[in-house]
């Protein structure tokens, strides 16, 4: 705030930020990639031209957002690729994407390698309430096996804080809220719960101490500090909206979930607490899969009657490859209203989505064949670390997706650690 300027650092020592989104089950290149041939390859290995005027049909969504972000092809996840495991490919997209690492097949257990995201929550988040935050739109199952003797818990996480260990991943926005915001005892958490309508908000603690720092403030920073907690009050309202439709006149083993059936309303929330998780810098890193490496979810509400990996083994069948683009057209939209959420909340030094550096994108490339090549691969913010938009880069086939992930944490000044397969850095992001 400007009354406060005395106190606040240098915005050019502003802390930045890293944000992973994942897509599952791969896309339908030709709808989504610029300039890609019929095997998704790029065009010309090494241009770096202009985004085309209008946008594939799958980004049309993002059309508005074209000098926010680029898109990188030539990318390649060769760990997600079988050598000699056999089947798997699934989860193995998901296990490689931010390690880099081959999965083993070990009767359920698992086998890898610290994840991008975790390499540089050690560094940016050990002094913060929470050193990384993982979201999902579904839970992760990591109990068991889920893909051709891969450990489901390679399918579900895509963030790792060591060989053996996933980072858990929360799906339910009322308990991301109360993490954040409401403390870690669970004790507290359960009467939180159970008597909702008796509990006063969380900002009515802090009124009194609000109240004396809006005093002291411009009348420009106190139409800030209003704004940030009238948005609080709304986002505690919209929660209590969604749990308020579950069903009590039926039986309890037919009572719904308080999560949201719909997927458009539940990335929206879980977006919301990402950029209030940001704002309130709570943390600096964070992954958000939209849903499960493998994923069979129905979108009944795009019009998409059978599952999500179904429809993509559509072996050209034109009425599946319009599933699949719905979906893929409906998670553009998701990250349409991050990219707006992330610009339009702002601190000190400006939007939010100017110091964070966002990729979007998925392990496997054309989900009918499982390429792991030239992968649909989407760098978004970060204007503040030096990245460059409104670009279709066409690096080299096979280079590896760990560079650009090396790439990222050099630009957040984290101190070089190995990655998986990476090979050196990502050139060309600021130009």
């Known amino acids: 705030m400007e009354s406060l300027n005395w106190a606040s650092p240098n915005p050019d020592n502003q802390p930045a930020r890293l944000l992973y989104v994942y897509m599952p089950n791969g896309v339908h290149i030709p709808a989504w990639m610029?300039?890609?041939t019929e095997k998704g390859q790029p065009a010309q290995a090494g241009r770096h031209g202009a985004l085309p005027k209008v946008l594939p049909p799958s980004l049309r969504p993002l059309q508005d957002w074209r000098e926010s972000f680029s898109i990188l092809t030539g990318l390649t996840a060769d760990k997600a690729r079988a050598?000699?495991?056999?089947p798997g490919d699934h989860a193995r997209a998901a296990a490689a994407f931010l390690t880099g690492v081959q999965p083993k097949k070990a009767d359920g257990a698992v086998l890898l390698g610290k994840s991008a995201d975790q390499i540089a929550a050690e560094h940016l988040g050990k002094d913060l309430p929470f050193r990384s935050l993982q979201l999902g739109c579904e839970p992760a199952g990591n109990a068991g096996e889920c893909d051709s003797g891969y450990a489901c818990a390679y399918s579900g996480n895509i963030s790792w804080q060591n060989q053996t260990t996933p980072t858990s991943k929360e799906i339910d926005p009322r308990k991301v809220f109360d993490r954040l915001f409401r403390g870690n005892?669970?004790?507290?958490?359960?009467?939180?719960l159970k008597n909702l309508e008796r509990r006063k908000s969380i900002l009515d603690t802090v009124h009194k101490d609000a109240k004396n720092l809006s005093n002291g403030l411009s009348t420009e920073d106190r139409n800030k500090l209003d704004e940030y907690l009238s948005g609080i009050r709304e986002l505690e309202r919209r929660l209590q909206l969604e749990e308020s439709k579950i069903e009590t006149s039926v039986a309890d083993n037919l009572?719904?979930?308080?999560?949201?059936?719909?997927?458009?309303?539940?990335?929206k929330l879980l977006i919301d607490m990402?950029?209030?998780?940001?704002?309130t810098d709570m943390t600096r890193v964070a992954t958000l899969m939209f849903g499960n490496e493998g994923s069979n979810r129905r979108y009944l509400e795009i019009g998409v009657p059978g599952g999500h990996h179904s429809a993509t083994h559509h072996k050209g069948e034109k009425g599946l490859i319009r599933q699949v683009c719905a979906i893929n057209t409906l998670h553009s939209k998701a990250f349409t209203y991050l990219l707006k959420k992330l610009h339009q909340t702002t601190i000190e030094e400006g939007s939010i989505?100017?110091?964070t550096a966002v990729v979007f994108g998925s392990g496997i490339a054309d989900?009918?064949?499982?390429?792991?090549?030239?992968?649909?691969?989407?760098?978004a913010g970060g204007e503040g670390l030096g990245l460059r938009h409104g670009k279709m880069?066409?690096?080299?086939?096979?280079?590896p997706l760990g560079n650009l992930h090396q790439e990222l944490l050099r630009r957040l000044n984290v101190p070089h650690s190995p990655l998986g397969d990476a090979t050196g850095f990502l050139p060309s992001l600021d130009r």
Not at 83 to 86: A, E, P, T, V
Not at 255 to 267: E, N, Q
Not at 274 to 279: G, K, R
Not at 367 to 379: E, S, V
């Open 393 to 399: 880069r066409e690096y080299r086939m096979e280079t």
């Open 34 to 36: 610029p300039h890609a």
């Open 367 to 379: 989900g009918n064949r499982h390429d792991h090549h030239a992968l649909p691969i989407l760098l």
């Open 185 to 192: 005892s669970p004790a507290a958490n359960q009467d939180y």
């Open 255 to 267: 009572r719904p979930s308080r999560l949201p059936k719909d997927f458009k309303t539940h990335v």
């Open 353 to 355: 989505l100017s110091k």
């Open 83 to 86: 050598n000699g495991d056999g």
């Open 274 to 279: 990402l950029a209030l998780a940001f704002q």
